[in-house]
Nanobody
Framework: QGQLVESGGGLAQTGGSLRLSCVAS????????MGWFRQAPGKEREFVAG????????LYKEAVKGRFTISRDHAKNAVYLQMNNLRPEDTAIYFC???????????WGQGTQVTVSS
């Protein structure tokens, strides 16, 4: 199943930006769709963004369209989530995922905390 390691979380102000990174190892990265999910306190984990194995197709949760951008770099076995115009409701633990995103997940990262202050 391999390993996914996220980084880049932290504290941002409303309207600010953060960039999350996820590096994959021990898996055929080029063959996997990749995605980002998030889980806020007291809520279920939800899909945020996904990118196809080729990088040609992306999918976003409606609430983040136009603010978040997912991308991948095959040379670095990495997937990124650029988050702009952050809102307090974006506060959550963000998880990187590999598999048939968003429906079937084979591997999860450990998560990185994103906190947006108002």
């Amino acid at each position: 199943q391999g390993q996914l390691v996220e980084s880049g979380g932290g504290l941002a102000q409303t309207g600010g930006s953060l960039r999350l990174s996820c590096v994959a190892s021990g898996m055929p990265f080029r063959t996997y769709a990749m995605g980002w999910f998030r889980q806020a306190p007291g809520k279920e984990r939800e899909f945020v963004a996904g990118v196809s194995w080729s990088g040609d197709n992306t999918l976003y949760k409606e609430a983040v369209k136009g603010r978040f951008t997912i991308s991948r770099d095959h040379a670095k076995n990495a997937v990124y989530l650029q988050m702009n115009n952050l809102r307090p409701e974006d506060t959550a633990i963000y998880f990187c995922a590999a598999g048939d995103v968003p429906t079937v997940i084979d591997s999860w990262g450990q998560g990185t905390q994103v906190t947006v202050s108002s």
